[in-house]
Structures are given as structure tokens and as C-alpha cells.
């Protein structure tokens, strides 16, 4: 089992930037693709980015890109969501997902899940 924790969501502004953070245990961090999703109230969930499991393969969706970017930090078993110049349609409820097959745009190729964590605009 692999267990993801995600942190970093809240209040954010129109234009304004942050950060998201997802935490791993349960298996070596460093074996398995990690990715970002999102999903706002009564929609399918969206993906947002992609990371191969060295860091050196990154995607992202169309409505992301040049906005958001993917990392992460396999000595701190942690995948990181950087999200600028944000936009009213980026409010969703967020969540990260490992792969053990490999990154990949569909949900249905990650197998473990964290709760997800809230972006919320103030404008």
C-alpha cells in the first residue's frame, strides 16, 4: 500500500500562486510515478500534471500548462504542485496519485490515491 498525504491547499487569488505538497509512504517513493488531478463539484475528475518517477519526465494538460509545474523531492518522498497566475476555473478540489505502471493522463492507471486537498479563490 502506498499511503499519499496532500498539504498546501487554501485561499488563494485571481493571478496569485501556490503550492501544493504530497507526502508518500508505505513504499519506496523513489519506484513510482506520481501525478496531480483535480476535481470540482459535479465534474469528472480532470488530470492536471505528471511526473515519471526520477523527476526527469514531466506533462501536463492544456489548460495548465505554462502555469502550473510538476517536481519532486524523492529524499523527502514528496511530489510538489506549483500553480501561478491562477484562474478561476483552477477552483477544485485537488489530489495526488501513484502510479506503479508508470505516468500516465488517465486516472485509471494510478493506483493509490490521497483525500485530496482544496483550492479556494477569494475573488
Known amino acids: 500500500q502506498v499511503q499519499l498525504v496532500e498539504s498546501g491547499g487554501g485561499l488563494v487569488q485571481i493571478g496569485g500562486s501556490l503550492r501544493l505538497s504530497c507526502t508518500a509512504s508505505?513504499?519506496?517513493?523513489?519506484?513510482?510515478?506520481m501525478g496531480w488531478f483535480r476535481q470540482a463539484p459535479g465534474k469528472e475528475r480532470e488530470f492536471v500534471a505528471g511526473?515519471?518517477?526520477?523527476?526527469?519526465?514531466?506533462f501536463s494538460s492544456d489548460s495548465v500548462k505554462g502555469r502550473f509545474t510538476i517536481s519532486r523531492d524523492n529524499a523527502e518522498n514528496t511530489v510538489y504542485l506549483q500553480m501561478n497566475s491562477l484562474k478561476p476555473e483552477d477552483t477544485a478540489f485537488y489530489y495526488c496519485?501513484?502510479?506503479?505502471?508508470?505516468?500516465?493522463?488517465?486516472?485509471?492507471?494510478?493506483?493509490?490515491w490521497g483525500q485530496g486537498t482544496q483550492v479556494t479563490f477569494s475573488s
Open positions: 511526473i515519471s518517477r526520477n523527476g526527469y519526465t514531466t
Open positions: 496519485a501513484a502510479s506503479l505502471g508508470g505516468l500516465g493522463s488517465s486516472p485509471r492507471q494510478y493506483n493509490y
Open positions: 508505505g513504499r519506496t517513493f523513489s519506484s513510482i510515478a
